[in-house]
């Protein structure tokens, strides 16, 4: 998320690596923009699969076979949120190819709560299995009309693949979060 720092989702994180997921979490350069966003998480997925791989990553190389690269599931929230939808349509553009994993590895992108910013031919999930989470009370991201839900359910009505949605009633954008705001 814009301005969060990303040790701020360690209580997804933790819940995550309980069923036996590696979870990564890394700082997002969301300031200039959710295309920002989506380079980073392009950009980290790449080093760590290559750090895991050369055995640099949780000592001597603790992870080193340890990950199933190919079912990477991203998640970002709000600008970060655009970001990873972004990032899957840049490699279904074929303008980002990536060097340590393909688009067929990407077996799920969720979305909390997303910004959209950049529209139709930049933020799209295309047919990658696709998950929204919305909360109802979100006063962050709200579409031009002043619904609060518009503008979230953007990304979701252009996933062409699997979608599914979830809306968490009574929360706001800065519940998903553990850093205030």
Same mark, same amino acid.
């Given at each position: 998320? %814009?301005?969060?720092?990303?040790?701020?989702?360690?209580?997804?994180?933790?819940?995550?690596?309980?069923?036996?997921?590696?979870?990564? @979490?890394?700082?997002?350069?969301?300031?200039?923009?959710?295309? @920002?966003?989506?380079?980073?998480?392009?950009?980290?997925?790449?080093?760590?699969?290559? &750090?895991?791989?050369?055995?640099?990553?949780?000592?001597?190389?603790?992870?080193?076979?340890?990950?199933?690269?190919?079912?990477?599931?991203?998640?970002?929230?709000?600008?970060?949120?655009?970001? $990873?939808?972004?990032?899957?349509?840049?490699?279904?553009?074929?303008?980002? $190819?990536?060097?340590?994993?393909?688009?067929?590895?990407?077996?799920?992108?969720?979305?909390?709560?997303?910004?959209?910013?950049?529209?139709?031919?930049?933020?799209?999930?295309?047919?990658? %299995?696709?998950?929204?989470?919305?909360? @109802?009370?979100?006063?962050?991201?709200?579409?031009?009309?002043? #619904?609060?839900? #518009? &503008?979230?359910?953007?990304?979701?009505?252009?996933?062409?693949?699997?979608? &599914?949605?979830?809306?968490? &009633?009574?929360?706001?954008?800065?519940?998903?979060?553990?850093?205030?705001?």
């Amino acid at each position: 998320g %814009n301005g969060h720092w990303y040790e701020h989702y360690d209580h997804i994180g933790n819940h995550l690596a309980s069923y036996g997921y590696v979870v990564m @979490s890394h700082k997002n350069n969301t300031g200039p923009g959710p295309v @920002s966003a989506s380079t980073t998480t392009l950009a980290h997925t790449g080093a760590l699969i290559d &750090q895991v791989a050369a055995g640099a990553i949780a000592g001597a190389g603790a992870l080193t076979g340890n990950i199933d690269t190919d079912r990477i599931v991203w998640i970002g929230h709000s600008r970060g949120a655009e970001g $990873v939808a972004i990032a899957y349509d840049r490699m279904f553009d074929g303008t980002y $190819v990536p060097t340590n994993f393909a688009m067929a590895d990407i077996k799920l992108i969720s979305s909390m709560l997303p910004t959209d910013f950049t529209g139709t031919d930049t933020a799209n999930p295309h047919n990658a %299995n696709y998950h929204l989470w919305t909360a @109802s009370g979100d006063s962050d991201v709200d579409g031009s009309a002043g #619904c609060d839900l #518009c &503008q979230t359910f953007h990304l979701h009505d252009r996933a062409t693949g699997n979608r &599914q949605s979830t809306v968490v &009633q009574g929360t706001g954008h800065g519940w998903f979060h553990n850093g205030g705001g």
